[in-house]
Structures are given as C-alpha cells and as structure tokens.
C-alpha cells in the first residue's frame, strides 16, 4: 500500500520551533547594546580616543612595554588593525614603536610620558562609561552580565 507523503510537508516531526522574534536574538540584542556602549563611550572619552586606541593604550598601561603582536593578541586585535592602531597613536605620541633589539622582525610598543598621563585619566573616565553603560541594571545583573560575557567571549 503506498503511503501520502503530503502529510510530512504539513505537519513538521519532532517539537516545533519558535517563530523567529528579531528582537529576542542575541547577536541582535548584543548589537544595540554595543551601540549604546559606544555611543556613551565617544561623548565622553577624551582625546578622541576610539574603543581600540582605548583599549591598546589601557593594555599597555597595565602588561607595561610589549611586541606589537602579543599587544593585538591581549586586546584581540588582528596584526594589521593593530599595526594602523599603533601607527596613530605613535602619531600622536601616545606611544613609541621601535624595532625589538632582539628580534627585527617585531615592534616593541611602549606609552610615551605623554601616553600614560592621557591614559591615566582616560581609565578614570572609562570606569564613568562603564557605569553609565550598566546603569539600567542592579548590582546582581552587573556581575552577571560580566560573568555571561565572559563566559561566551
């Protein structure tokens, strides 16, 4: 006896999925929060300073002098966005970039006198953004949202 395999189309095996909701989707979510991170983050940083300069500039004030690779591998950065980092920071002589005396084909970076005091007081002013940022949340979602990105990052 033949079987209607019509019915297979209709009626789906196994438990159904839910309708896919735009606005209950992490990637979407984390997005509009990065944007509101972000936005914060360029009103009231100093400098000019973006989230990567920012953050190279933080790394280097907390590991101190490092090849330009192991400094775009602690703030996961590829080696050429790292390079262009560098290069304007050095530019603007937050930092120095010399050839490694022990291995030519790398950088050593290290901040400038001028480097650590900006980055002094931009670490001041990132922990306000960080506050401003989690402000909606109470001191119990605060460690866990860290703790959760942590985790999945």
Excluded: W
């Excluded at 395999?5 to 990065?34: C, H």
């Excluded at 900006?118 to 990132?126: G, L, M, P, S």
């Amino acid at each position: 006896m033949a079987t209607d395999d019509s019915t297979e189309l209709i009626e789906p095996k196994g438990p159904e999925r839910p309708p896919y909701v735009l606005d209950e989707q992490i990637g979407f979510l984390m997005r509009i929060a990065n944007q509101r991170h972000t936005a914060i983050f360029t009103t009231r940083m100093i400098e000019g300073l973006t989230p990567p300069q920012f953050a190279t500039l933080a790394k280097l004030r907390e590991v101190g002098p490092c090849s330009q690779n192991k400094l775009g591998r602690l703030v996961y950065l590829d080696a050429a966005t790292i390079k262009g980092i560098v290069d304007r920071l050095s530019a603007r002589g937050f930092v120095l970039a010399t050839d490694d005396p022990y291995d030519r084909r790398r950088r050593a970076v290290a901040l400038t006198d001028q480097g650590r005091e900006v980055t002094n007081t931009a670490v001041e002013i990132a922990a306000d953004i960080t506050e401003a940022t989690l402000a909606p949340l109470n001191v119990e979602e605060r460690r866990q949202i860290v703790s959760l990105l942590k985790k999945i990052g």
